[in-house]
């Protein structure tokens, strides 16, 4: 248990639907992050909230939709997704300002189809 | 742009084998580099580093920086079963990880 916990843990969803993940950490970071993770391929940073602010959007593409109503929660709104979209989504939390580690949660693995 | 590599990308031994694992980065603003071993799903600490020559250990694990040449291993004695992981290797610049591909341990019986 790193204190970082995530739901769904699996999702499969079709191509017009909407859902979102949930992301919740109790570790009192003010921080947090959402990665993807597809096969054969580095951990994909999306997107940092620091203080409850999106501080980085790296072009991620509009159908992915994020939110963090505050520093422990965050989610991210799917919708209009597309098979390739298919893939492990970690979200993880750090303290900003001091150089630790960050946490990772038991990820989401969303399958499109 | 700003690169971790990984290598070697997988690895296939036998348990009691020493394995060494290595990471190269060209990252601007570097903080530190982590290592993290990733098992199932939730990617899991291992080190942290953030001076050269400073050995970490964690029992048959350690690890060592090297900020001139840019690279950093991550040893591991006497494999064991429970080693099999993909082991990744983050650099953290500011307050973003920069993540490489991963290595892909398989320790045998």
């Known amino acids: 248990e790193t204190g970082v916990t995530q739901t769904p843990r699996h999702l499969v969803m079709g191509m017009t639907n909407k859902k979102s993940l949930k992301c919740e950490q109790h570790l009192g970071h003010n921080a947090m992050y959402w990665y993807k993770q597809s096969a054969k391929k580095p951990l994909e940073l999306m997107f940092v909230y620091s203080l409850e602010e999106r501080v980085e959007n790296n072009s991620v593409p509009s159908r992915f939709s994020p939110e963090c109503p505050n520093s422990s929660h965050l989610f991210l709104h799917l919708h209009t997704l597309q098979p390739e979209d298919s893939a492990l989504y970690l979200c993880?939390?750090?303290?900003?300002?001091?150089?630790?580690?960050?946490?990772f949660g038991q990820g989401t693995r969303l399958t499109v189809v | 742009e700003d690169k971790v590599v990984q290598s070697p990308l997988s690895l296939v031994v036998h348990e009691g084998d020493t394995v060494t694992l290595n990471c190269s980065y060209e990252v601007t603003n570097f903080r530190s580099l982590l290592w993290y071993k990733q098992e199932k799903k939730a990617p899991t600490f291992l080190f942290m580093l953030?001076?050269?020559?400073i050995e970490k250990k964690s029992g048959r694990l350690s690890s060592i920086l090297d900020k001139k040449e840019l690279f950093s291993i991550l040893n591991i004695t006497a494999t064991q079963t429970g080693d099999s992981a993909v082991y990744l290797c983050?650099?953290?610049?500011?307050?973003?990880?920069?993540f490489g591909t991963g290595t892909r341990l398989q320790v045998f019986p």
């Open positions: 953030t001076s050269s020559g």
């Open positions: 983050a650099v953290k610049r500011t307050d973003k990880l920069i």
């Open positions: 993880a939390s750090s303290q900003q300002g001091m150089n630790t580690e960050a946490f």
